[in-house]
T-cell receptor, first 113, second 112 residues
Framework: KQEVTQIPAALSVPEGENLVLNCSFT??????LQWFRQDPGKGLTSLLL?????REQTSGRLNASLDKSSGRSTLYIAASQPGDSATYLC????????????FGKGTKLTVNP | NAGVTQTPKFQVLKTGQSMTLQCAQD?????MSWYRQDPGMGLRLIHY???????DQGEVPNGYNVSRSTTEDFPLRLLSAAPSQTSVYFC???????????FGEGSRLTVL
């Protein structure tokens, strides 16, 4: 059974720092991997989707990479801002279909001014 | 540009009451699903649908019912609410079973 782990569970950094959030998965036979952001009391906002044929995706200050062989994805945030404070979740799409999506429990990021 | 719309945003029920959480999407997505999010448990799939007229159970379906009469709507029914169903419920949709997932804002349910 696929397991998705996000370590650390919480991270606090000063404004301006570059940082990396980690997502590891036990079964490398995944199709896509998606990163979400969740603000307190809000829904999940899609940040980046890395499709099966891709190794990374970029959007603004965000860059997500995927290494299936090592069972790892990273989300790089450049020049962090207080507005980046949120919980970041990753989800793996197994090759069997979306009913088998597996979510990590998230990393709560706090960026201090 | 509505996306996925959930109503109500907040609801308080007494044990034994029934209610329906509404979910609608305007992106013509075939795939829709319901999750619950609980502290320390992450997101767990309740029910999902791959198209109108087709539904199936997820990881935690007991106590919930769904139907999919149209592509746009996917309501979640609580048949007899229990305190264990106190949670935040999210509806999600995608154009295909492996497509990018889009979430609603969530419905916070408290069962007393």
């Amino acid at each position: 059974k696929q397991e998705v782990t996000q370590i650390p569970a919480a991270l606090s950094v000063p404004e301006g720092e570059n940082l990396v959030l980690n997502c590891s998965f036990t079964d490398s036979a995944i199709y896509n991997l998606q990163w979400f952001r969740q603000d307190p009391g809000k829904g999940l906002t899609s940040l980046l989707l890395i499709q099966s044929s891709q190794r990374e995706q970029t959007s603004g200050r965000l860059n997500a990479s995927l290494d299936k062989s090592s069972g790892r994805s990273t989300l790089y945030i450049a020049a962090s801002q207080p507005g980046d404070s949120a919980t970041y979740l990753c989800v793996s799409y197994p090759q069997g279909g979306s009913e088998k999506l597996v979510f990590g429990k998230g990393t709560k990021l706090t960026v201090n001014p | 540009n509505a996306g996925v719309t959930q109503t109500p945003k907040f609801q308080v029920l007494k044990t034994g009451q029934s209610m329906t959480l509404q979910c609608a999407q305007d992106m013509n997505h075939e795939y829709m699903s319901w999750y619950r999010q609980d502290p320390g448990m992450g997101l767990r799939l309740i029910h999902y649908s791959v198209g109108a007229g087709i539904t199936d159970q997820g990881e935690v379906p007991n106590g919930y019912n769904v139907s999919r009469s149209t592509t746009e709507d996917f309501p979640l029914r609580l048949l007899s609410a229990a305190p264990s169903q106190t949670s935040v419920y999210f509806c999600a949709s995608s154009y295909a079973t492996i497509g990018e997932l889009f979430f609603g804002e969530g419905s916070r349910l408290t069962v007393l």
